[in-house]
């Protein structure tokens, strides 16, 4: 894809999208406050990058 397409500005958006989703369910499920924002936008990225993926072959993203 090419750098600035609808498709890949649309790819961006759903992961931003998700990472926002999980922020929200790790503040709530462990009952912190918005304190704790960064931290959470942080953990969810680092764990994002060190999980499996089929897009990508079953290989991290941190290994690619």
Do not use: D
Not at 11 to 21: C, F, P, V
Request: aromatic share 4%; with cysteine.
């Amino acid at each position: 894809m090419v750098k600035g397409t609808p498709n890949q500005i649309g790819l961006a958006k759903r992961m931003n999208q998700t990472i926002m989703e999980r922020v929200r369910c790790l503040l709530s499920n462990n009952n912190c406050s918005g304190h704790f924002w960064s931290e959470a936008v942080m953990t969810v990225c680092y764990l994002i990058n060190r999980c499996l993926s089929t897009a990508t072959n079953m290989v991290t993203l941190e290994e690619m």
